[in-house]
């Protein structure tokens, strides 16, 4: 057992040559042990097992700077560096996180989850390096799923002219989160084929030195590789040609299903009983989503479904999409072109349906802003995860959404509370012609409320669920069960409380808002996002100047990591309890 | 004169051949002319004169469609679609916007001003166009200052297997706003010394069919070029090398100072007294923040500036940007890039100050989030253009930067009231260890306030500039002449007001706030920004449990178009009186 003797990477630079294959066949097995009992990015961490202990080897962390790219392929690191034991010892696998994390280690650089940034931070290190005139070399480990991501690009182009040394390894498994699209992978296909060596390079064009590395399971190959690129004094790309879930045949065959999976028998590498495919989306929603639009799409030729490399969350299976044929559409990671392709597609009179994370759309903020709203395009754009019950990674959060989306001028931002008013929302945007219309995904559970009041427009107005007096409960989206809960507190208090459903995330009706407060003298609202920014601070500036007292309940601005949602709401008063607590001393002031 | 007989296209395409010239000279002359008056792009229209005429000769616009990226290049093409007078008459100079604008004609297919973005808005129209089965033609002309934004290579890697035709013009001047910067610039300075022969072609190398024109001004070789494209079945880059300002002299020798010119001797160039250089800018605090910057730089040298392809809004102009030496660093347009980049700097230890515009910053929206404020990076951001009196086209408001900035966990966002505050917030930021700190640069005009007060340290806390009672005004930075103007009107009317400069711009401090509320019935929120998730909804949410009035001043969440930024904020009752007059009828009940 050599993995547990390495506690730094000193330990892995003193082993034998002949050490190295043992090794990595622990660092494998580690891998699958410990995801197939927690879940994890199995696949793009088994392709890297070679390269990283040739990194290590090689350079020098933490003097040497080694970024990870998206850092979901940091198993085998954290291992090399003092972590080892999070991954061999059961009790402990709750250790550490799935993504690099400077709180556990200097070796992290950065906490980082979203792909395509590290070129742009290595070009800082570099930058940094040189007006500081030391000499460390700085390493950016990028794979190609994340090079269609137009960060990256911009990272290799401003690489271009640095000025400096920077060694970029394009970790190539021919594997985005699901299959790659684009052109780009049609140039690392030819270069794959010609070992390097074709003329059409995308890497030489934008003026990069280049070298190709076919075999990327060799570790004596990459240490060779690695060390003949050590303290360059220029930008150079090393393209290494792995494969996604090697060494572990399950993983292999089925690089999609493992790009994360759930808890699995590792034997057979079938899942475990109840365990879902990925850990973030809910299969009941992805289901419907995808059969429904589906469905639609036979009467409907305009309908199309967009996805940015994450197909499976708004249900598109290989199967289905085969089925939709050209009428679904995955533009690989490339979040901002998503967004303005859609926007494409609806002035020319499509009607597409995007789905995407609340933590991805982030990063089409501006298109967003600049093209699908400005233009008043109608699409519909389904967001995922939104939720404190989404993943709780704190690099993917979702729940800062409300008052992202709650800048756009124009967009219609729609909470539902239960699986059917999802349903007759999502089917009420697909023929809205007023402009972009957003529907945040129920994610705490699959609430059902089959007598739910189905409005003609979804574009203002809400839902009065219970008339009552003195105390109004607004409770947005997910939150309506808690919004219930809070009701049912006060009536064991005496309170015969209103409760609404506001329906709209960003936009309260002042109207009704105001007449609600004439007749309450405390108006609650509840949402499972963010307080600063979101639907109860727009609800109590409205009522502001009133009478009413206003209480607001919502989520911390914070960068929380891998908490238990009860607790982050316990945490914030979030309880029924709580909230009953605080209005029932709000009427008695 | 043939420009005053064009009404459409059709028009431009009956002249005969041998009218080209005239016509090409006359809309040159206009371009000139009507900038000299108002100002205007001068440059980037005259570099495509000829290519605009060929366009509209070639294709049948409105049933083909023609995307400008940018669109500050389509003067030409709105005096060839019906909008000449507007360019010929100066009582009706004011009547057209300076960018593509569907309310103005359908030959303008999208309202955009952010760069980068045509490719992917083109794909949406192609995929579009294939599912409904129509042939037209879709047409994306972007110049080579676009490429370097990642949502163009986003576009390029996705219009490689669109499965349908699109024609990419690349109008290369060898431009950005300021000198092109990036490995894609050397890719076409190659592709330009070999006639498009060069075996290194980015464009080739992502898949996409690729011809090279030398004769950007020649208008029958373009035609020629663009007639051969007509109805192509897969995508194809036409690269036409034209020159910035061809055919003005003042222009074509100094393409930077000619990007945007205001008012202009059209004879000699010369701008006319008191106008300045760039219609978004500030110079004094442009110049200010450059000279400080550039002083510091000489003892500490872990300062950095950097740009995002505007060096002169922080007074980086060529001559100090040769000063500064490698502490000066402009990505090009790669805002995504930038903020990612300036992370990594400070990673290593160095201190980067990003200048950007308010309306760009967007683009970056996650990279803020998940690189910057998620690392705790110890950077500085001058916020440009923040405010109703920035920049007034649609495309390029500035205004709705606090609810974004907002989101951001741990970012401290600074509104100075006055230049001096300013500065010191500034010098206060670079000390800073404590993570990012953005800074609202005025721009409603410069206000000195030699006495305002100084604190140890701006991470919380504010300035109560004067003690009163009953009601008390809070004033967010560029709106504090708006306060104190507010605060003279109550005492006109007896009221003796308090009057805060709350600093932070994003967090206001509850426990001061709350003391405030229980000295006063009535609090006034002021702030140069939108109502909707800005400073004055977080105070009316800290206060809204407890008894003092909070009213709440601030701009619609509204795209709002070349607007007078007094009549904007009349609009909302933001004046004076207006809100002195809200708060007197707020204390009376």
């Known amino acids: 057992m050599y993995l547990e003797n390495i506690?730094?990477?000193?330990?892995?630079?003193?082993?034998?040559a002949e050490a190295i294959e043992g090794l990595c066949d622990e660092l494998r097995a580690a891998i699958v042990e410990s995801s197939a009992v927690v879940g994890g990015h199995v696949a793009s961490n088994l392709a890297v097992v070679e390269l990283t202990v040739a990194l290590h080897r090689v350079f020098d962390s933490p003097r040497d700077k080694i970024v990870f790219d998206v850092s979901h392929q940091t198993y085998a690191h954290k291992m090399l560096t003092g972590r080892a034991q999070a991954f061999l010892d059961p009790s402990r696998y709750d250790e550490v996180s799935g993504f690099s994390s400077p709180s556990e280690s200097e070796h992290d650089l950065l906490s980082m989850g979203h792909t395509s940034t590290s070129l742009s931070v290595a070009c800082g290190l570099v930058t940094a390096r040189e007006l500081a005139g030391e000499s460390y070399d700085v390493v950016a480990v990028i794979g190609d799923g994340s090079l269609s991501g137009g960060l990256a690009f911009e990272g290799l182009d401003n690489a271009a002219e640095l000025?400096?040394?920077?060694?970029?390894?394009?970790?190539?498994?021919?594997?985005?989160?699901?299959?790659?699209?684009?052109?780009?992978?049609?140039?690392?296909?030819?270069?794959?084929?010609?070992?390097?060596?074709?003329?059409?390079?995308?890497?030489?064009?934008?003026?990069?030195?280049?070298?190709?590395?076919?075999?990327?399971?060799?570790?004596a190959a990459l240490e060779a590789a690695l060390r003949d690129l050590r303290g360059t004094d220029h930008p150079v790309v090393l393209h290494v040609h792995t494969e996604k879930g090697h060494g572990y045949a399950p993983a292999s065959s089925n690089p999609e299903r493992w790009h994360h999976?759930?808890?699995?028998?590792?034997?057979?590498?079938?899942?475990?009983?109840?365990?879902?495919?990925?850990?973030?989306?809910?299969?009941?929603?992805?289901?419907?989503?995808?059969?429904?639009?589906?469905?639609?799409?036979?009467?409907?030729?305009?309908?199309?479904?967009?996805?940015?490399?994450?197909?499976?969350?708004?249900?598109?299976?290989?199967?289905?999409?085969?089925?939709?044929?050209?009428?679904?559409?995955?533009?690989?990671?490339?979040?901002?072109?998503?967004?303005?392709?859609?926007?494409?597609?609806?002035?020319?009179?499509?009607?597409?349906?995007?789905?995407?994370?609340?933590?991805?759309?982030?990063?089409?903020?501006?298109?967003?802003?600049?093209?699908?709203?400005?233009?008043?395009?109608?699409?519909?754009?389904l967001v995922f995860g939104a939720s404190a019950f989404g993943t709780n990674d704190v690099t993917h959060l979702g729940f800062f959404d409300i008052p992202m989306l709650g800048t756009m001028p124009g967009l219609t931002y729609l909470a539902p509370t239960c699986?059917?008013?999802?349903?007759?929302?999502?089917?009420?945007?697909?023929?809205?012609?007023?402009?972009?219309?957003?529907?945040?995904?129920?994610?705490?559970?699959?609430?059902?409320?089959?007598?739910?009041?189905?409005?003609?427009?979804?574009?203002?107005?809400?839902?009065v669920v219970r008339e009552g007096s003195d105390v109004a409960v607004l409770a947005?989206?997910?939150?309506?069960?808690?919004?219930?809960?809070?009701?049912?507190?006060?009536?064991?208090?005496?309170?015969?409380?209103?409760?609404?459903?506001?329906?709209?995330?960003?936009?309260?009706?002042?109207?009704?808002?105001?007449?609600?407060?004439?007749d309450h003298r405390v108006v609650v609202t509840i949402e499972d996002g963010i307080l600063d920014g979101g639907f109860g601070e727009r609800c109590a500036q409205a009522l502001a100047a009133g009478d009413a007292r206003v209480l607001c309940h919502g989520l911390p601005r914070a960068f929380v990591d891998r908490y238990d949602p009860r607790d982050l709401l316990a945490s914030c008063g979030m309880t029924a309890e709580g909230i009953a607590a605080d209005a029932l001393a709000a009427l008695k002031r």
């Open 7 to 16: 506690s730094a990477p000193a330990d892995v630079r003193s082993l034998p």
């Open 163 to 219: 000025g400096g040394g920077l060694i970029i390894v394009v970790n190539d498994n021919e594997w985005s989160i699901a299959p790659n699209h684009g052109g780009i992978y049609r140039n690392l296909a030819e270069l794959r084929a010609t070992r390097g060596a074709s003329p059409h390079n995308v890497f030489r064009s934008l003026g990069l030195d280049y070298r190709y590395l076919e075999e990327g399971h060799d570790e």
């Open 261 to 381: 999976a759930a808890p699995f028998d590792p034997a057979s590498g079938e899942p475990e009983a109840g365990a879902t495919s990925t850990s973030l989306v809910d299969e009941n929603y992805a289901n419907v989503t995808g059969a429904l639009l589906l469905d639609w799409m036979r009467t409907d030729p305009s309908l199309i479904a967009v996805s940015a490399a994450t197909p499976y969350i708004m249900g598109f299976t290989p199967r289905l999409r085969a089925q939709a044929g050209r009428q679904f559409v995955d533009v690989g990671i490339a979040e901002e072109h998503a967004v303005s392709f859609v926007t494409g597609l609806a002035r020319a009179g499509a009607h597409p349906v995007l789905g995407i994370y609340s933590t991805f759309l982030q990063r089409a903020y501006d298109q967003l802003w600049h093209d699908l709203c400005l233009n008043a395009a109608s699409a519909t754009i």
């Open 419 to 463: 699986i059917e008013e999802y349903l007759d929302m999502l089917s009420w945007s697909i023929g809205h012609e007023g402009g972009p219309v957003a529907i945040r995904v129920p994610v705490a559970g699959v609430e059902s409320r089959p007598d739910f009041a189905r409005p003609e427009s979804y574009e203002r107005g809400w839902e």
């Open 476 to 518: 947005l989206g997910d939150a309506f069960p808690l919004g219930e809960a809070v009701v049912d507190e006060l009536g064991r208090s005496g309170v015969d409380a209103t409760l609404v459903n506001p329906r709209l995330a960003t936009a309260p009706d002042e109207g009704s808002l105001a007449r609600l407060a004439a």
